[in-house]
T-cell receptor, first 116, second 116 residues
Framework: GAGVSQSPRYKVAKRGQDVALRCDPI?????LFWYQQALGQGPEFLTY????????KSGLPSDRFFAERPEGSVSTLKIQRTQQEDSAVYLC??????????????FGPGTRLLVL | AQKVTQAQTEISVVEKEDVTLDCVYE???????LFWYKQPPSGELVFLIR??????QNEISGRYSWNFQKSTSSFNFTITASQVVDSAVYFC?????????????FGKGTLLTVNP
């Protein structure tokens, strides 16, 4: 079946612009995660949704970052007034419903954001 | 706080050599999960294996094997008879079973280059 998809794959923004990154999880997956991966580093957690509820946003680096998942499926990560330090790959992952044990997260191809 | 250390930044081997990628983790929880992901040049994180803290059995899957040792907090990954297609960045990750948020903490990754 189809995996996690993300769009756009590449985004170039001028400093100060707003950007919106989209994630389409695997059908039926209730959990959705966003991660930020700086060049040469491992992914770092940003935020987590269970269905439409945002249960953890502790990893969002500033109030310029906002994520939503209004219908419990597609999610959008929005970055307002982009800064050069926001340049990174943004990865989305989803996992199926859990029966009490951890389920594996499956990742999309990422959106590479470059802020000039 | 949880932490994952991958001390090897880069490893270069010749095809058919065996190679071991090291992973050391820190956690205060008694219940946790460990993962390995592969990130080829295309950028997508590919799930390889998941282990829970109660299962220290080593696992073999084809040319891949994993050695989990709680006594040394290590979860090492060995590729036997490496191939050029194994060239990628490999990430070790840890998830504490905290509520329903299974966010992953990643190491910085090991870049493996397999030369023909």
């Amino acid at each position: 079946g189809a995996g996690v998809s993300q769009s756009p794959r590449y985004k170039v923004a001028k400093r100060g612009q707003d950007v919106a990154l989209r994630c389409d999880p695997i059908s039926g997956h209730v959990s959705l995660f966003w991660y930020q991966q700086a060049l040469g580093q491992g992914p770092e957690f940003l935020t987590y949704f269970q269905n439409e509820a945002q249960l953890d946003k502790s990893g969002l680096p500033s109030d310029r970052f906002f994520a939503e998942r209004p219908e419990g499926s597609v999610s959008t990560l929005k970055i307002q007034r982009t800064q050069q330090e926001d340049s990174a790959v943004y990865l989305c992952a989803s996992s199926p419903p859990t029966s009490g044990v951890l389920e594996t997260q499956y990742f999309g191809p990422g959106t590479r954001l470059l802020v000039l | 706080a949880q932490k994952v250390t991958q001390a090897q930044t880069e490893i270069s081997v010749v095809e058919k050599e065996d190679v071991t990628l090291d992973c050391v983790y820190e956690t205060r929880d008694t219940t946790y999960y460990l993962f390995w992901y592969k990130q080829p040049p295309s950028g997508e994180l590919v799930f390889l294996i998941r282990r829970n803290s109660f299962d220290e059995q080593n696992e073999i899957s084809g040319r891949y094997s994993w050695n989990f040792q709680k006594s040394t907090s290590s979860f090492n990954f060995t590729i036997t008879a490496s191939q050029v297609v194994d060239s990628a960045v490999y990430f070790c990750a840890l998830s504490e079973a905290w509520g329903s948020n299974y966010k992953l903490t990643f190491g910085k990754g090991t870049l493996l280059t397999v030369n023909p």
